[in-house]
């Protein structure tokens, strides 16, 4: 999918400027709660309040959402605040629901993005319908379902499909509560250019506290806008308590955005850039040639090990290797999981490498 046929974000009738943005709790709980969170909100800031009627979540047993009732909620939003409306559908019943009340704007959460069939049901439920669609990523990291899903929207004739970048599982502890992939969300916009990208720091980090940094770096990579969840006594949201913001938190935090240039056709590539980037390209080709002597050598040692009858991988090796990169990496002030990441792939086209000669030998003497 190439030349995908998509209206320009700012043309979607969501009247906004980068970035946009789509606000409201992560759950729908009561009239009250709905109607005070859009009471708060800056209405020149947000464009979108979103909230989720249906939830669908990893447990049983936990609050699933108020159903349709909310939907109710949201009319009054619009009608008292002016304010957009957008919920998550998760099948054929929720889109008809959704439509039925006059709902703005539709997600396809990251569960269900993952799950085709569950896609393809939804899209054959939009034919003929004109509603603005954004798809999150899977909850998996497979850039191709994500763009799959998105083509099953467009296919059903949907104009305004986007796509929200909210993080992907992964059973590693670390600081965020879904790992980023920044290089997915980077390779979606480059592939399709064309679909507007929202990035979501709130299931991201799935805490308060990062919302800022997150959101931050999604401007620095040219998302065209953001989806944070925001209530107005988040410790006592019924879901996603841990990650939402107040209202007023939220615009400290807009207005602190610093959004830098677009580079534009090169008009805002001066010569230093230029030569910044010439250095890079420059540096580039030189690790590719050093990578290249790597393999040659690799590759002799691979003729020993057969020779010898000695096996590919040996782990005190790996290990003093991986020891001796970190070390440098200290002493140098590079970060050391960088430099173990990259030695760990380093590694792994090594063994590649000795492997195929092993087995060239293997049939050989056959
Ligand atoms: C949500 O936006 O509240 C939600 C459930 O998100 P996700 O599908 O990204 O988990
Ligand atoms: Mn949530």
Redesign the pocket.
């Known amino acids: 999918m190439t030349n995908l046929d998509i209206i320009p974000l700012k043309d979607w009738g969501l009247n906004t400027q980068r970035p946009l943005v789509m606000a409201g709790p ?2 729908a709980e009561t009239e009250e709660q709905v109607l005070k969170i859009a009471s708060q909100l800056d209405k020149t800031k947000v464009n979108v309040y ?1 909230a ?1 009627i249906w ?2 979540r990893t447990r049983p047993n936990s609050f699933e959402g108020v159903g349709s009732v909310g939907l109710r909620w949201l009319q009054l939003v619009k009608q008292e605040y002016g304010l957009k409306t957008a919920t ?1 559908v998760a099948n054929v019943k929720h889109v008809y629901e959704a439509l039925k009340a006059g709902i703005d704007v539709i ?7 993952a799950n085709p069939f569950a896609v393809q049901e939804i899209a054959d439920s939009l034919r003929g319908v004109d509603i603005p669609v954004f798809v ?2 899977p ?1 998996n990291p497979d850039l191709e379902l994500w763009i799959g899903a998105i083509e099953r929207i467009h296919q059903a004739g949907i104009s305004r499909v986007g796509a ?1 970048h ?2 992907f599982s992964s059973y590693d502890k670390s600081k965020y509560r ?1 790992t980023p992939h920044w290089q997915i969300a980077i390779d979606l916009k480059r592939k399709l250019p064309q679909v507007p990208l929202i990035n ?1 720091p ?2 991201i980090t799935g805490n308060a506290d990062l919302i800022e940094v997150v959101s931050q770096k999604a401007m620095d990579l040219n998302f065209d806008g953001l ?1 944070i ?1 925001t209530h107005c006594n988040p410790p006592k949201a019924w ?2 308590a841990k990650q939402q913001i107040t209202p007023f938190r939220l615009h400290e935090i807009l207005n602190n955005l610093v959004l830098r240039k677009e580079y534009i056709d090169g008009s805002l590539m001066d010569d230093t850039l230029e030569e910044l980037r010439a250095k890079i390209d420059y540096l580039d080709n030189e690790l590719l040639e050093v990578l290249l002597h790597r393999m040659d050598i690799v590759a002799k040692i691979g003729e020993w090990k057969k020779q010898h009858g000695i096996s590919i991988y040996q782990s005190a090796r790996f290990e003093s290797i991986m020891d001796a990169a970190r070390l440098k990496s200290m002493n140098i002030g590079l970060k050391e999981d960088f430099a173990e990441i990259i030695f760990k792939s380093i590694h792994e086209e090594s063994i590649s490498i000795q492997t195929a000669i092993l087995n060239s030998v293997l049939l050989k003497n056959k």
């Open positions: 992560c759950s979103r989720g939830k669908p998550e997600w396809i959460g990251a569960r269900t993005s999150k990523n909850v929200i909210r993080g879904n979501d709130s299931h989806m969840e879901s996603d």
